[in-house]
């Protein structure tokens, strides 16, 4: 104990002495000021108080010893170097407090300006502005304003009330209107207000108003929308926020004063050149708030020439320094520039791109750089279809971008005239305030849904992330009458039947059909531009990250596709083979007929008659498959659904048999038909008679099916291909059950491939947790493993997907149980555990056995890495999700350290 009191921690950096790389303890914005000073930027002078602080105030309650004597110094020392003292009456010294995180997070505190202004020194400050007493009156309301929403929770509209009134008595809607007497009338409006929420007096005492203040950013951090947010975006809850204590430099000094925000290339498009908003005559919040017009950058050459030909030097120099695009905020006071923040920039999806690849071209990063620097993400957005806004389309309204994608349809209000609509081969956009799970048909009937409530993590939201279809959710601007058919926007009415836009990415609707182009990246990918000869800088970076992407990564990308035609996309997409073929809809159609056959076969001949009539459909399938995919290995599932799926649904049968019965006719087909769907039917069909178990009861069924594989298979290879079938058997969860199918299997692979040259794997899915868990016995039977993460997740959990993503994944999320839904993302915890296990019991038995994922995760980024980590050979995908899989497979091949890029 003794040595902590001699040792003091250090809970105050001075801006000289921290650097960009100490966010964790400085927090960002803390960091790159402090870098900027490094690097001789004109930045006002200041301080920051660790995260650490912050900590330790959220577990005591009380300030760590030793902060409020480091804070003395620090102030006293930045007292000394402006020449002023903080709330100093004659010529006061005023600061701003500032929060900053780790990473940044919305909805935590705001900033308080003109930290230190009081009733005296408010004289103080006219007198150093030359007697500017408007700008100090103003700077004073803007004091108590933001000091009593933030750090005392008054609130906000009432402050705006009073200036409005103050307005509206003067005739005028522009702040810049009001005289310094009627900016001391608003003071005192203020003060009334803040005491009469507070039930105290605006604190006078600077050193107060500094310490409350710096109290509020601790406290803030614990807000219960910080907890939430942090929750969702998987945030750690102990990071704790930095406080940064600034001295002011003022933007509203008059028309030589400013201030803006710039960008170091485009953050849209990634161009390069000026881009940015300036305000003359404003504070910093001015701009955000958009109370008045602000200029483009450009404009100030002519405003200020020396202070712009100053920014664009500091422009270009943060940005060699970082490497990357920097958004940055800015004053001029004066005359003279002075740099409030910088940090590396948000850009869209092919701003990402786009300047990766440019700053590869300029030297200023290596490729392995880039690839770290976009993402899977980015990249699906980017293959999504976009609206042309090219000419007079006008967004109406803003939601939330919940679910991306481009779709224009007829509106509707109700789930059940979506469906009707959607019948006659309309399309339709379904809009509701929110959804609910009795919307479900509706939702899969529509092409988007449109929502006037609810956010990222509500049930349409969720509901159409898990269908991928487009959703834009909290259009609150949209007064939505379900009762009455309309909604109401901006003025105008929409009715049912009227024609609606709406962008899933941005969150726009638009009233009319907007047309929609394709995307150029899937062009690419299908091979229509070539990247050596267009001019497209969004193609030609995607072109040459992939590039490097796929000579990096270990993991092959396979995909999900089960007809000819899917294949042949998929390859054309760079897929490495097929790594789930299903076999079930080779039954469906006009083989129906041939499926009730075999389910109503009384005896064994019947049976086998049906059998033989599917083996030449179901081999002519797998033909076409193997054509397709020449040379890569096609991984075939043996039929998984319970049989009485393809058969039609009891009531259904019920009403067939009592009207072929009044009208006398023979119903002995629909009865015996009849009597198959009640005897087959199961509580629990997901955990019924299915998979393995269906191979294991039904005589012959698999059989047909491997016959059909290696058959095919032959013929291909017999023709100059080259067909690599393996084969895989669903639902395995105990070895005895792959060894009494294998041992059937290669007898009959033994018969049909002879000496063709042909070789037939023959594997198991691990997607029950009892395989998964006793993987060294079944690695023993399987010459490979695919992962079934879809129902391992399912029998993992307890969850039915079918089931919980509609009715209460939304309040999970809400919640934070988990982040995202473990239907999107593995769970890397639990039944990514149950992966791990498998891989590595199942290795251990068999040295070099082939490890893949099939379930959907093998699309997802994040996943992806997790794949990667845990040493699998493949994943596969659904054929659109095959450039995702190679781009994340190639960044968890570089990816060494973790990143903190959120
Ligand atoms: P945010 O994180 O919301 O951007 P900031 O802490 O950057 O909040 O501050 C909000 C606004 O106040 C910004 O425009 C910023 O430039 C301005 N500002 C902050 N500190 C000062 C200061 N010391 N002098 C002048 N303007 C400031
Ligand atoms: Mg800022
Ligand atoms: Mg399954």
Same mark, same amino acid.
């Given at each position: 104990?003794?040595?902590?009191?001699?040792?003091?921690?250090?809970?105050?950096?001075?801006?000289?002495?921290?650097?960009?790389?100490?966010?964790?303890?400085?927090?960002?914005?803390?960091?790159?000021?402090?870098?900027?000073?490094?690097?001789?930027?004109?930045?006002?002078?200041?301080?920051?108080?660790?995260?650490?602080?912050?900590?330790?105030?959220?577990?005591?309650?009380?300030?760590?010893?030793?902060?409020?004597?480091?804070?003395?110094?620090?102030?006293?020392?930045?007292?000394?170097?402006?020449?002023?003292?903080?709330?100093?009456?004659?010529?006061?010294?005023?600061?701003?407090?500032?929060?900053?995180? !780790?990473?940044?997070?919305?909805?935590?505190?705001?900033?308080?300006?003109?930290?230190?202004?009081?009733?005296?020194?408010?004289?103080?400050?006219?007198?150093?502005?030359?007697?500017?007493?408007?700008?100090?009156?103003?700077?004073?309301?803007?004091?108590?304003?933001?000091?009593?929403?933030?750090?005392?929770?008054?609130?906000?509209?009432?402050?705006?009330?009073?200036?409005?009134?103050?307005?509206?008595?003067?005739?005028?809607?522009?702040?810049?209107?009001?005289?310094?007497?009627?900016?001391?009338?608003?003071?005192?409006?203020?003060?009334?207000?803040?005491?009469?929420?507070?039930?105290?007096?605006?604190?006078?005492?600077?050193?107060?108003?500094?310490?409350?203040?710096?109290?509020?950013?601790?406290?803030?951090?614990?807000?219960?929308?910080?907890?939430?947010?942090?929750?969702?975006?998987?945030?750690?809850?102990?990071?704790?926020?930095?406080?940064?204590?600034?001295?002011?430099?003022?933007?509203?000094?008059?028309?030589?004063?400013?201030?803006?925000?710039?960008?170091?290339?485009?953050?849209?498009?990634?161009?390069?050149?000026?881009?940015?908003?300036?305000?003359?005559?404003?504070?910093?919040?001015?701009?955000?708030?958009?109370?008045?017009?602000?200029?483009?950058?450009?404009?100030?050459?002519?405003?200020?020439? !020396?202070?712009?030909?100053?920014?664009?030097?500091?422009?270009?120099?943060?940005?060699?320094?970082?490497?990357?695009?920097?958004?940055?905020?800015?004053?001029?006071?004066?005359?003279?520039?002075?740099?409030?923040?910088?940090?590396?920039?948000?850009?869209?999806?092919?701003?990402?791109?786009?300047?990766?690849?440019?700053?590869?071209?300029?030297?200023?990063?290596?490729?392995?750089?880039?690839?770290?620097?976009?993402?899977?993400?980015?990249?699906?957005?980017?293959?999504?279809?976009?609206?042309?806004?090219?000419?007079?389309?006008?967004?109406?309204?803003?939601?939330?971008?919940?679910?991306?994608?481009?779709?224009?349809?007829?509106?509707?209000?109700?789930?059940?005239?979506?469906?009707?609509?959607?019948?006659?081969?309309?399309?339709?956009?379904?809009?509701?305030?929110?959804?609910?799970?009795?919307?479900?048909?509706?939702?899969?009937?529509?092409?988007?849904?449109l929502t006037s409530r609810g956010g990222k993590t509500s049930h349409a939201a969720v509901v159409a992330r898990g269908m991928g279809k487009t959703c834009v959710s909290g259009a609150d601007e949209l007064d939505v009458n379900v009762p009455a058919k309309k909604f109401i926007v901006a003025g105008q009415t929409v009715t049912e039947g009227d024609v609606v836009s709406i962008d899933g990415t941005t969150g726009k609707v638009y009233l009319g059909e907007v047309p929609v182009m394709p995307s150029e990246v899937v062009q690419y990918f299908e091979g229509s531009l070539d990247p050596e000869h267009i001019d497209n800088p969004l193609v030609r970076a995607v072109h040459r990250i992939m590039t490097h992407a796929d000579a990096k990564r270990r993991l092959l990308v396979r995909t999900n596709a089960d007809t000819g035609a899917d294949a042949a996309r998929a390859r054309r997409f760079g897929a490495e083979g097929i790594g789930l073929c299903r076999t079930e809809h080779m039954f469906l159609g006009d083989r129906r007929e041939l499926v009730e056959r075999l389910i109503l076969a009384s005896t064994g001949e019947e049976r086998e008659a049906a059998l033989a009539a599917l083996l030449p459909l179901q081999r002519e399938d797998f033909i076409d498959i193997f054509r397709e995919m020449d040379g890569l290995p096609v991984t075939v599932r043996l039929i998984d659904p319970p049989l009485h799926e393809f058969l039609p649904p009891l009531e259904q049968l019920a009403v067939n048999v009592a009207v072929a019965q009044e009208r006398g006719e023979d119903v002995a087909k629909e009865e015996a038909l009849l009597a198959a769907v009640r005897r087959m039917h199961e509580e629990n069909p997901m955990l019924g008679l299915r998979g393995v178990r269906l191979g294991l009861v039904i005589p012959g069924l698999f059989a047909m099916q491997v016959r059909a594989i290696a058959e095919a298979a032959v013929e291909v290879t017999g023709a100059g291909g080259t067909a690599c079938p393996e084969i895989m058997v669903p639902l395995v969860g105990a070895v005895q059950e792959l060894e009494t199918v294998r041992a059937e299997a290669e007898k009959i692979i033994a018969e049909v491939v002879g000496d063709s040259g042909v070789e037939v794997l023959i594997g198991t899915m691990i997607e029950v947790p009892r395989a998964a868990l006793t993987a060294g016995q079944i690695a023993e039977a399987a010459q490979f493993f695919s992962f079934g993460t879809n129902d391992l997740t399912q029998m993992g959990w307890g969850f039915s997907r079918d089931d919980v993503e509609g009715a209460f994944f939304w309040r999970y999320?809400?919640?934070?149980?988990?982040?995202?839904?473990?239907?999107?993302?593995?769970?890397?915890?639990?039944?990514?555990?149950?992966?791990?296990?498998?891989?590595?019991?199942?290795?251990?038995?068999?040295?070099?056995? !082939?490890?893949?994922?099939?379930?959907?995760?093998?699309?997802?980024?994040?996943?992806?890495?997790?794949?990667?980590?845990?040493?699998?050979?493949?994943?596969?995908?659904?054929?659109?999700?095959?450039?995702?899989?190679?781009?994340?497979?190639?960044?968890?091949?570089?990816?060494?350290?973790?990143?903190?890029?959120?």
């Open positions: 104990m003794a040595a902590q009191e001699t040792v003091e921690h250090k809970y105050v950096y001075d801006f000289a002495e921290g650097n960009k790389d100490l966010k964790d303890l400085l927090g960002g914005k803390g960091a790159n000021l402090a870098e900027m000073t490094n690097l001789g930027l004109p930045v006002p002078p200041g301080f920051t108080i660790t995260t650490e602080a912050c900590k330790a105030y959220l577990t005591t309650g009380r300030e760590p010893d030793g902060l409020a004597a480091q804070i003395e110094a620090h102030l006293e020392s930045l007292e000394r170097e402006m020449g002023r003292k903080l709330g100093d009456p004659q010529d006061p010294l005023l600061v701003s407090v500032r929060s900053g995180a !780790k990473f940044s997070m919305p909805g935590m505190m705001e900033t308080v300006l003109n930290v230190g202004l009081n009733d005296r020194s408010v004289v103080g400050l006219s007198a150093q502005a030359g007697g500017n007493d408007r700008f100090a009156w103003d700077s004073y309301r803007r004091l108590i304003q933001m000091f009593g929403k933030t750090v005392c929770e008054v609130p906000g509209e009432e402050f705006e009330h009073a200036l409005d009134e103050a307005k509206r008595a003067k005739g005028t809607q522009n702040d810049l209107d009001l005289d310094a007497d009627d900016l001391r009338g608003l003071v005192d409006a203020y003060k009334k207000i803040f005491a009469k929420h507070t039930g105290r007096e605006f604190p006078q005492e600077p050193r107060e108003q500094l310490d409350l203040a710096i109290r509020a950013v601790f406290e803030s951090w614990n807000a219960e929308r910080a907890v939430v947010y942090r929750r969702q975006e998987r945030i750690p809850a102990d990071l704790g926020t930095a406080v940064n204590v600034v001295a002011m430099v003022f933007g509203n000094l008059g028309a030589d004063s400013g201030t803006g925000v710039a960008f170091t290339r485009d953050p849209g498009s990634g161009a390069q050149g000026i881009y940015g908003d300036y305000l003359a005559n404003a504070q910093g919040e001015d701009v955000v708030a958009g109370i008045r017009n602000t200029v483009p950058l450009q404009e100030l050459e002519q405003i200020d020439k !020396k202070s712009y030909d100053e920014l664009l030097d500091y422009m270009a120099r943060l940005e060699e320094h970082y490497k990357d695009l920097c958004d940055i905020e800015f004053t001029i006071e004066r005359g003279k520039l002075w740099m409030l923040q910088t940090r590396v920039g948000k850009r869209t999806a092919a701003a990402a791109f786009v300047i990766a690849g440019q700053l590869v071209d300029e030297g200023l990063i290596d490729l392995d750089e880039a690839l770290h620097r976009v993402n899977g993400a980015q990249l699906a957005q980017l293959m999504f279809p976009r609206f042309r806004l090219d000419h007079e389309f006008q967004p109406v309204a803003k939601g939330i971008g919940a679910s991306p994608g481009a779709a224009s349809g007829k509106v509707v209000f109700t789930s059940a005239r979506a469906v009707e609509l959607a019948a006659e081969g309309e399309s339709v956009i379904l809009v509701r305030r929110e959804t609910n799970p009795d919307d479900l048909n509706g939702m899969i009937a529509a092409k988007g849904i999320l809400e919640l934070g149980i988990f982040g995202i839904s473990p239907f999107e993302s593995i769970d890397r915890e639990g039944v990514g555990r149950l992966v791990r296990i498998a891989a590595e019991e199942g290795r251990a038995a068999r040295p070099g056995l !082939k490890l893949g994922v099939c379930g959907e995760h093998g699309g997802d980024p994040d996943s992806v890495h997790f794949f990667h980590e845990v040493g699998l050979d493949y994943v596969s995908c659904s054929p659109f999700r095959v450039p995702v899989a190679r781009l994340e497979a190639g960044r968890a091949a570089i990816t060494t350290t973790g990143s903190d890029s959120r």
